[in-house]
């Protein structure tokens, strides 16, 4: 069982396809806790309701790095619960030396777009605004960059006639509910965790 740590600040939609698609498929894994820097996202409620472990580490500054106290309480939670992989999932927060130190190549993110285009927030929009045909979503592995680490898997997704931005990503989402499992799913079913995966 590859036991997962999901960091997350919002709704946590990709956690709960996690979730599912863990107890259906079912993948050999287990979330092991969920963390969130906001005390009432919703993504804590999904964690709890899954039965799954649901940690609040809120940070002393509402925005910019997690500074190396949080960082360090962050990598003991995940440390306490054996965590293997850490999996971002809408966590609204740079990932700092300490925690990438801790899980080197463990950490995987989920970005609503075909990096390398549209890196940072709302990458919809810059979609969008930039007339492109196709979009979708990537998830790769985190580095000290935003959404600069090495690719793991992407999928398409069109743009459409007179699509809205909330259109858009409410069809990246239903992407990334699909590619999100099936990343993890392939990490728990490979030993060295080490694989080129083409979605
Ligand atoms: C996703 O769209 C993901 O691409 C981005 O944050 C969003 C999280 O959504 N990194 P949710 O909280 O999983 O619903």
Redesign the pocket.
Known sequence: MLRLGVL??????????ILRAVKERPIPAEVAVVISDVPDA??LDIARKHGADAVCIVPPAPRGPLGAETEGRIVQALQDRGVELVV?????RIIGPEILAAYPRRII????SLLPSHRGAR?WEKALAAGDKVTG?TVHFVDDGVDTGEIIAQREVPVLEGDTPAML?AR??EA?HKLYPDVVESFARSAKMNFPLNA
């Open positions: 997350g600040s919002g709704r946590g939609s990709n956690l709960g396809a919703a993504i971002l999932a809408g966590y609204m993110n989920i970005h609503p990458a979503c990503h990246i989402q990334e």
